[in-house]
């Protein structure tokens, strides 16, 4: 049902219900789409708060997470693609305006769905890409590292700010950031807060491609679409399991695997005679 939803108009929003949104289309902060054609098989997520910059507010992470779940069960999702419709920014990390009048028992709770949100895009079971075409800072950033690959416009600025606001790295970055960069840089780069452009975090491996930005401001758009497209031939997950799993039928009644596990048990080298 989503995929035919998908086609039939380019964007698909998606509302949380009970909530009030600030979106372009149709009151949603969070739109998806399926491409057709020769890009069939990659799914766009549109993150579209344009009074906020993108800012994680409680609408916004209601709507991703609810987006991740439906596409989540949906197989033809053959690569996720994250990408803005907010010119220059990527996300500008957490909604400190919304978050200055939660209770701090609130602010726990709230954290606490953030780092679910990002564990959601981390486990999601095809590849995804982000598409930086400007600012991602704090929990923006922290979204991009939850993703397999990232690509930025070489003008982007990213960071993991949140030291600057007395707040510290909440949603995964501490444990992303160093897998990603090593210990050592990454620890100085969350102590400080420091803001690197697209080029400095590709040279020190942050992004796996920067690109010059375009008069569209979509640079960054397009070629992790690219990217995507040079994965779409791959085996998806599905498949690989289920050709594993008849190439292990297979090798259960051959007497190598019978032999292999004597020789275990035994204590001896395998005479494997292939068959």
Not at 232 to 251: F, K, R
């Amino acid at each position: 049902m989503l995929r035919v939803l998908c086609l039939l108009r380019p964007w698909r929003p998606l509302r949380a219900r009970g909530c009030a949104s600030d979106g372009a289309v149709g009151g949603s902060e969070i739109q998806v789409r399926a491409l057709a054609g020769p890009d069939q098989g990659i799914t766009e997520i549109l993150m579209n708060r344009p009074s906020a910059r993108n800012a994680l507010g409680n609408v916004f992470v209601s709507e991703l997470l609810e987006s991740l779940a439906q596409l989540r069960e949906d197989w033809q999702v053959r690569v996720l693609l994250f990408r803005s419709g907010v010119k220059g920014v990527f996300c500008a990390g957490a909604d400190l305006k919304e978050r200055e009048q939660m209770s701090e028992a609130e602010v726990g709770v709230f954290v606490q769905r953030l780092r679910g949100l990002m564990n959601d895009i981390a486990a999601f079971p095809a590849p995804t890409i982000a598409a930086m075409d400007g600012f991602a800072l704090g929990g923006g950033l922290e979204l991009a590292l939850a993703c397999d690959l990232r690509v930025a416009a070489s003008s982007a600025i990213m960071g993991l700010i949140e030291t600057t606001r007395g707040l510290l790295p909440g949603a995964g970055g501490t444990q992303r950031l160093p897998r990603c960069l090593g210990v050592a840089l990454a620890k100085e780069l969350i102590f400080t807060g420091r803001r690197l452009s697209g080029t400095e975090a590709h040279a020190l491996g942050l992004v796996n491609h920067a690109v010059a930005q375009n008069e569209e401001g979509d640079a960054a758009y397009q070629r992790a679409r690219a990217l995507a497209q040079e994965i779409l031939p791959q085996v998806d997950i599905a498949s690989g399991m289920a050709i594993e799993g008849m190439c292990y039928a297979q090798n259960i009644p051959t007497r190598d695997r019978l032999e292999g596990m004597a020789a275990f048990r035994e204590k001896r080298p395998p005479k494997f005679v292939g068959k």
